[in-house]
């Protein structure tokens, strides 16, 4: 960040007051603790910057799940839901983002759906979201799935 500022979308000025970049760095921490502990997963007092844990961000940081995905959860999570809507939630997490629906895949993923999903499988096998929550079924139900292999 001090080798090139400029990067960071740091402006020269901010060098000359401040060249070690300390100011810069921790507004950059303040607003990600922020955002933490808007997500729950930490507990942030300004006025002493003092950090602690929560159970949630305890639990994220250690099986890996995304902040986006803690997010996600804290906004769809509701004290009653049914398996459809857990589903549903689940498949929406960041992690599953990267995998894409393939035209060769759907008729198999249909076919999964129709055999193997007990609930409906919200989304339908033509996106991302559909997609994982049909092959989640599917594992559940011990299915057996040809075209991922």
């Known amino acids: 960040m001090r080798i090139n500022p400029h990067v960071y979308g740091i402006e020269y000025a901010e060098v000359l007051q401040d060249p070690r970049l300390e100011a810069k ?14 997500a729950r997963m930490i507990r942030f007092n300004q006025r002493t910057l003092d950090f602690n844990i929560t159970d949630l961000g305890r639990t994220a940081s250690h099986f890996y799940i995304k902040y986006d995905t803690v997010e996600v959860f804290n906004d769809l999570l509701k004290p009653f839901m049914n398996e459809s809507e857990i589903f549903a939630m689940i498949s929406q997490a960041q992690e599953f983002q990267q995998l894409k629906v393939r035209d060769d895949e759907l008729e198999e993923l249909d076919e999964l759906r129709h055999n193997y999903c007990k609930v409906k499988a919200a989304g339908g096998s033509e996106n991302v979201c559909g997609k994982v929550n049909i092959l989640m079924q599917t594992f559940l139900s011990h299915g057996y799935v040809k075209s991922f292999l």
């Open 25 to 38: 760095r921790q507004a950059l921490i303040v607003g990600a603790a922020m955002s933490l502990d808007k």
